[in-house]
């Protein structure tokens, strides 16, 4: 299964919950495991708070301190290191348990896209075991 995803900004987190939710309650599957990945270098998957915005903001502040922009022999490139790493250090998947043909997640975890170099049009692919 593939989600199609168009970003807004240069770095944007977007919570993709809702979207996998629906795909496990449409797979009628009651246990097992969903895996969401990006087949992308400059984009990630991660798993955190989606109730507060700021978390989101904070996550790409403490990023931007890692990893600042316009420094990296890459942009020689294409302009982007700043994005490679960030998406290296993020990773290009999460595994979510099924249970009860829900996704076993905490109260306050989402699952969030991350965008490094957008805006632009993203792949997002889940498998359903
Ligand atoms: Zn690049």
Redesign the pocket.
């Known amino acids: 299964m593939e989600l199609k995803i168009k970003t807004k900004k240069r770095e944007e987190i977007v919570d993709i919950t809702i979207q996998i939710e629906n795909l496990v309650k449409k797979s009628k599957l009651k246990e097992g495991l969903c895996l969401v990945y990006v087949p992308h270098?400059?984009a990630a998957i991660t798993i955190n708070e989606n109730y507060d915005p700021a978390v989101c903001e904070d996550f790409l502040e403490a990023l931007r301190k890692i990893a600042p922009k316009g420094i990296w022999k890459?942009d020689k490139?294409?302009g982007?290191?700043d994005?490679?790493i960030k998406a290296a250090i993020i990773g290009p998947s999460e595994v979510i348990p099924i249970k009860n043909s829900k996704l076993a997640l905490g109260r306050w975890q989402g699952i969030m896209f991350c965008e490094f170099?957008g805006p632009r049009e993203r792949r997002i692919i889940i498998n359903l075991k």
Do not use: K, Q, S
């Open positions: 270098a400059t890459h490139i294409d982007n290191g994005a490679h170099d």
